[in-house]
C-alpha cells in the first residue's frame, strides 16, 4: 500500500467523449505526476504538478491536461478520446528520490 | 533524451533458479535508477534504488548495483520463487531540481513454475 488512491478503477468511453481521472496523493506529497502505460510497455510521463503549477510535460498533446488542487490531489482530463488512448493511467507522488504509484485507472476507449 | 533499455522477455524460470535482468541507461547528469515491479493487475511498486554510482539498491532478495563505468543497473535474485512472477521495470529519473520524471524500460515480464 503506498497511500495513493485513484479513481475510477476502469472506465469505458466512446471516442470523441472527454474523460476525468482522479488521484489523491500520499499525505505530505506535494508533487504529483501522471504516467500513461499502453499493453505490453513501459509507462510513459504525461505531466507533473508541483504546488498546483505544470513543472513538466511529456510528448502528449494539448488534448491531455491536467490540475493539482491544495490538498495535492489531482486531475487528468482527455478531450476527444481516441482509441489509442486506451491505456492504463498511472498517478504517482514523490517523496525525496521515490515516486509512489497508485493502482491506476484502465481506460477502454472504443 | 534519457532513456533504458532492458532485456526483452519473457523469462521463464523454474523455483530456486538465478534471475538476471539487464539494464542499460542513457542519460545526462547523474541519474537515479530504480527497479519497479507490476504483479498481475496491479498499480508500479517500487523494489529497489541506487542513486549516484556504486550503490547497490537490494530488497526482498533481489539486488542491483548502478554501474556508472558501463552505464548499467542489472537486477539479480539467486533464488526465485513462484510468487516472483511479475514484469520488472528499469527506470531512471534526472535527479535535478523539479526533474523527477521517470523514464522507464519497456519491461521484462518473469515468470517462475514450481
Known amino acids: 500500500e503506498t497511500g495513493v488512491t485513484q479513481s475510477p478503477t476502469h472506465l469505458i468511453k466512446t471516442r470523441g467523449q472527454q474523460v476525468t481521472l482522479r488521484c489523491s496523493s500520499q499525505?505530505?506529497?506535494?508533487?504529483v505526476s501522471w504516467y500513461q502505460q499502453a499493453l505490453g510497455q513501459g509507462p510513459q510521463f504525461i505531466f507533473q504538478?508541483?504546488?498546483?503549477?505544470?513543472?513538466g510535460r511529456g510528448n502528449f498533446p494539448p488534448r491531455f491536461s491536467g490540475l493539482q488542487f491544495p490538498n495535492y490531489s489531482s486531475e487528468l482530463n482527455v478531450n476527444a478520446l481516441e482509441l489509442d488512448d486506451s491505456a492504463l493511467y498511472l498517478c504517482?507522488?514523490?517523496?525525496?528520490?521515490?515516486?509512489?504509484f497508485g493502482p491506476g485507472t484502465r481506460l477502454t476507449v472504443t | 533524451g534519457d532513456s533504458v533499455t532492458q532485456m526483452e522477455g519473457p523469462v521463464t524460470l523454474s523455483e530456486e533458479a538465478f534471475l538476471t535482468i539487464n539494464c542499460t541507461y542513457t542519460?545526462?547528469?547523474?541519474?537515479?535508477l530504480f527497479w519497479y515491479v507490476q504483479y498481475p493487475g496491479e498499480g508500479l511498486q517500487l523494489l529497489l534504488k541506487?542513486?549516484?554510482?556504486?550503490d547497490k539498491g537490494s530488497n526482498k532478495g533481489f539486488e542491483a548495483t548502478y554501474r556508472k563505468e558501463t552505464t548499467s543497473f542489472h537486477l539479480e535474485k539467486g533464488s526465485v520463487q513462484v510468487s516472483d512472477s511479475a514484469v520488472y521495470f528499469c527506470?531512471?529519473?534526472?535527479?535535478?531540481?523539479?526533474?523527477?520524471?521517470?523514464?522507464f524500460g519497456a519491461g521484462t515480464t518473469v515468470t517462475v513454475r514450481a
Open positions: 504517482a507522488s514523490r517523496g525525496g528520490y521515490e515516486q509512489y
Open positions: 499525505s505530505g506529497h506535494n508533487t
Open positions: 541506487a542513486t549516484k554510482a556504486d
Open positions: 542519460a545526462t547528469g547523474y541519474p537515479s
Open positions: 527506470a531512471l529519473s534526472g535527479g535535478r531540481s523539479n526533474d523527477y520524471k521517470l523514464s
Open positions: 504538478y508541483y504546488r498546483e503549477e505544470e513543472n
